[in-house]
Every structure is written in structure tokens, then in C-alpha cells.
């Protein structure tokens, strides 16, 4: 049996607008797995209660944060990355680092492929699904594999994640 425990988390913090004027906002957080049994790596070793990082973005028209103002949500970072104006409290170096972390790191104890294959650009299953690792045979999805999440990348998430202001959601 394992249980989730999140570690930080923080909801709706404002990081700036993007050039059609939309709200950028992100969820953040980092949790561990307890679990009683370790978990392979993308490199095929093991861990026990790895680190997840997980962010997603909510883009807003207008000032409040309201349902009818969303104009998107989810785990997809482009909106991050296209911020030309950064909240108060971040550089736009920083809202840039916060989305190229997040691009990177989001789920990493969900990988299908280790880090031995050589994968084609387009991430769809069928174009992966046959792909093995030349080192122990790993079929791509036979498994979730674990990133282990660097601890300068960790420090730094938390860091950059947690400078914005929280922004509530309105009724």
C-alpha cells in the first residue's frame, strides 16, 4: 500500500500577463510516494518515495479569476512561456526558468521510456509503442519509470513557485 504526501503546494499564484493580455496563473507542487517497494528509473535502478513534481497553468481574460473569464488550463506550459509581462515578485527570467522546469520535470515518476531509447519527436504511442531499450530490453509503456528529480531542481521549483502572489478563485 503507499499513500501520497505533498510536501509544498501552492494554487493559483499569479506569474504575469502575455501579450494578448491574459492572466497567467500555476499550481505547483511536490509530493512524495510512500511506498513499500522501490520503483524502477529511467536509468533502471531503483528508488524508494521519489519525488513528483507537478505543475499545470489556468489563463485568464480580464482581472478577476473566475469560470466564465478561463480561457484555458492544463498541463500544457505554452501560456507560461509566453509571458511578456511578469506578476510583481518575478523577472521574466524566472516565469521563463518556472515554465522550461515545468516543461521538463512535470509527472517524472511517469516516464514510458527509459533513458537508453531513442525516441522520434512525435509523442504519440503508436509512433513509440515497438521502441526497446538496447540495454535491458524495456518495451516503451511497459511501465511508469522514475526521473529522479534533481535536489538543485527541487530547491529552485520551490523557490520560483512560491515568490508570486496567490490569487483566489472569485464566485
Keep these: 500500500m503507499s499513500a501520497l ?3 509544498f503546494r501552492v494554487q493559483n499564484v499569479f506569474v504575469g500577463t502575455t501579450a494578448d493580455n491574459l492572466r497567467v496563473h500555476i499550481n505547483a507542487e511536490l509530493r512524495i510516494e510512500d511506498s513499500e517497494r522501490d ?33 484555458s488550463s492544463g498541463a500544457g506550459l ?19 526558468e518556472l515554465a522550461r522546469i515545468g516543461t521538463k520535470w512535470h509527472l517524472n515518476t511517469g516516464r514510458a521510456g527509459c533513458a537508453h531509447m531513442d525516441l522520434p519527436k512525435d509523442t504519440s504511442y503508436d509512433a513509440r509503442k515497438g521502441i526497446t531499450c538496447p540495454e535491458t530490453g524495456y518495451k516503451y509503456g511497459a511501465a511508469w519509470l522514475t526521473e529522479e528529480l534533481p535536489s538543485d531542481v527541487y530547491d529552485r521549483f520551490k523557490e520560483l513557485a512560491s515568490k508570486g502572489e496567490i490569487h483566489p478563485h472569485e464566485d
Design 5 to 7: 504526501t505533498s510536501i
Design 39 to 71: 520503483v524502477e528509473t529511467v536509468e533502471h535502478g531503483h528508488v524508494n518515495s521519489p519525488v513528483t513534481l507537478s505543475m499545470t497553468h489556468s489563463t485568464y481574460k480580464g482581472r478577476k479569476n473566475i469560470e466564465r473569464n478561463l480561457e
Design 78 to 96: 505554452e501560456d507560461v512561456a509566453r509571458v511578456v509581462t511578469p506578476a510583481p515578485g518575478y523577472t521574466l527570467a524566472e516565469v521563463r
